[in-house]
């Protein structure tokens, strides 16, 4: 027998008591891990919104919202940026909301209730040579043809929620449309959104010759801040620009705010679970207070008896640690399997910082909670504890 | 140990509790040579469990001198290693380890020996034969009868090869005909393994087994009666 499998066995002699103290650190573990991967994936989206090659400005105009839907700007618009120093590239994107999505599948020619049958499928109208500015660098499949007008391409996210692959039939606006090809940015919008022809798009909603947006890409010396204030310069009251750093930051603002709850909540369940621990460690050294003086009766140093106590307790965080990590990635991925909405929009991240942090709170819960149980196992005078009753 | 062939010199030791209200031991003058067994007798609070537990390196006396196997008690530090080398205990409740089987508890001191694993368990294994339990070794503690626990105990206090067992109480709890059979496997290891046995019991029938009796009474040797 080591010493090792005398410190793991040794919590168990106590079952309820272990199960009790294992739940109450578990529920920490859970908070931290699925918070992390909740929050981390989102942070990933954010990061995928500056990657390079895709646009670094979005015009739109004063007063609207740059997610908002429909088109209130002129397409010509997109052209006439073109001539402001520092611009690279331009396109003008229509954005729509399709409310009352019918998908059907041609290959098992069933119907089904689209996603976001609450809050409606996000279309964007958009040249098919000019997709690499809102992040689009690669198609599976084929991408859909100017001048079609039955044709889509389908982010990867949404294409998973509804089962839909590259040929499949969607219909939108009452009409069908072929999915031609699927990709996947890392943008969680944009991977939950649908694509097509801009004009196509501007025919269906009734918005010919409008746009939403201008996305604006700029030369490789030019400042997007110079560029982006040139634009807003040039059209005063007509024209706002948002920077992709921009809209990154405000997103990570609100994920930096739920980063804060996240650690306060998972701080408080820590720290009632160390509690839990401390209170099962005193109570393991009260009822093996005449052992502990055999212990020391047989010739184990103080040390000894203080590392066997510790042991003890970290065994019990690190089984919680195993224990509240299968139980947060699990209830993580049914919760966004069950939850189409929800999923659709999250990827979790399974980054093992987030596992490392989870470990080494376990750890050093056991630590503390274990500390004071162990030093007092240790430092028992061998009479009196051989005595004890 | 020293050239007299006293494994156990003791000289005017004294050991007082409750801020000296109590004197457990009051003058204490023993010797005892290497391989002996003595039995300790006297009445309740006399101070023969302090006695003990001073040669056993439990406790630390006040005043006096003591030498145990060659080892100065009042003045080396390391009484846990001479725990570990040099003592076997056997107390009145086996205290065994309830979680860990009856080949677990006798390897317990031997944690601090740096013994490997392997050699744990053969000079284990060779223990439980010699108290006869060796078809019983990866029972728990509790499926034992008290017995066969106290045998357990004995095979755990002679497994680091200690020159000394000390028994406090050892047939205490058990019925007369068992702790006959324990007292007379502890006499048998003592001759078998040459190792000194000191014994505490309040039973004159168990006393007289032992080669000489030591009376204790107030903290004091009154009497000593060689048996042999």
Redesign the interface.
């Known amino acids: 027998m080591s010493f090792l499998s005398l410190v793991v066995k040794n919590p168990f002699r106590n079952k309820t008591r272990s199960a009790l103290a294992i739940v109450g650190i578990s529920i920490g573990i859970i908070v931290i891990v699925a918070l992390g991967m909740v929050t981390g994936g989102l942070e990933n989206s954010t990061q995928s919104t500056l990657k390079a090659g895709a646009a670094e400005i979005t015009v739109i105009q004063t007063g609207s919202n740059s997610f908002g839907s429909g088109g209130s700007l002129n397409e010509s618009l997109a052209a006439s940026l073109l001539s402001i120093n520092g611009v690279k590239d331009t396109t003008g994107i229509l954005r729509a909301t399709n409310t009352s999505t019918t998908v059907t599948a041609t290959t098992t020619n069933s119907s089904s209730s689209g996603f976001g049958a609450e809050g409606g499928v996000s279309i964007t109208g958009i040249e098919a040579n000019k997709l690499s500015l809102i992040g689009i660098d690669s198609v599976n499949g084929t991408a859909f043809t100017n001048t079609s007008t039955n044709q889509v391409i389908m982010g990867i996210t949404i294409a998973q929620s509804l089962n839909k692959t590259v040929g499949d039939t969607i219909n939108l606006y009452g009409k069908n449309f072929t999915i031609t090809g699927t990709y996947e940015t890392g943008n969680f919008i944009t991977d939950a959104g649908i694509m097509m022809p801009l004009s196509t798009l501007q025919n269906l909603t009734s918005n010919q010759n409008k746009i939403s947006d201008v996305l604006v890409k700029v030369t490789d010396n030019a400042n997007v801040t110079t560029v982006s204030q040139s634009i807003e310069n040039a059209y005063p009251n007509q024209l706002s620009t948002t920077t992709a750093a921009d809209q990154a930051n405000r997103i990570n603002q609100g994920l930096s705010f739920i980063n804060t709850a996240s650690w306060a909540i998972s701080l408080l369940a820590i720290f009632i679970g160390a509690v839990g621990v401390i209170n099962t460690m005193i109570m393991s050294v009260y009822e093996r207070t005449r052992e502990i003086g055999v212990l020391k009766a047989v010739g184990w140093r103080d040390r000894r008896i203080l590392g066997m106590i510790l042991g003890e307790s970290i065994v019990l965080t690190l089984l919680a640690f195993v224990i509240g990590t299968i139980v947060a990635v699990v209830g993580v991925e049914l919760i966004l399997t069950l939850s189409p909405s929800v999923g659709g929009i999250i990827k979790p991240s399974f980054a093992y910082d987030i596992f490392l942090r989870a470990f080494v709170v376990a750890f050093l819960v056991g630590v503390i909670g274990g500390l004071y149980p162990a030093y007092r196992a240790s430092r028992l005078s061998p009479t009196e504890a051989l005595r004890y009753e | 140990m020293n050239n007299t062939g006293n494994i156990i010199e003791i000289k005017g030791l004294k050991k007082s509790y409750d801020n000296g209200k109590i004197k457990a031991l009051n003058g204490m003058d023993l010797e005892v040579k290497k391989g002996e067994f003595i039995s300790i007798m006297g009445p309740s609070g006399s101070g023969k469990s302090s006695l003990l537990?001073m040669i056993?390196a439990?406790?630390r006396a006040d005043e006096g001198t003591i030498t145990v196997a060659g080892i100065d008690l009042m003045k080396t530090k390391k009484l846990?290693?001479f725990?570990?080398?040099e003592?076997?205990?056997v107390?009145q409740m086996h205290?065994l380890?309830?979680?860990?089987s009856v080949?677990?508890n006798v390897?317990?001191?031997m944690?601090?020996t740096k013994t490997s694993?392997k050699d744990?368990?053969k000079r284990a294994l060779e223990l439980l034969k010699a108290v006869n339990l060796e078809d019983k070794i990866n029972q728990k503690p509790t499926k034992l009868s008290g017995g066969e626990r106290q045998r357990v105990a004995i095979a755990?206090a002679l497994v680091?090869h200690p020159s000394i067992i000390l028994a406090d109480e050892p047939t205490g709890s058990l019925d007369s005909k068992t702790g006959e059979v324990i007292l007379n496997l502890l006499k048998d290891l003592h001759s078998k393994e040459n190792v000194t046995l000191v014994m505490v019991t309040h039973e004159p029938y168990v006393g007289k087994m032992a080669e000489r009796i030591v009376t204790v009474l107030d903290g004091k040797c009154q009497n000593i009666i060689s048996t042999l």
């Open positions: 537990n056993g439990l406790d846990y290693e725990r570990s080398k003592i076997g205990f107390f205290n380890i309830p979680n860990l080949l677990e390897q317990i001191p944690f601090e694993s744990m368990k755990r680091n």
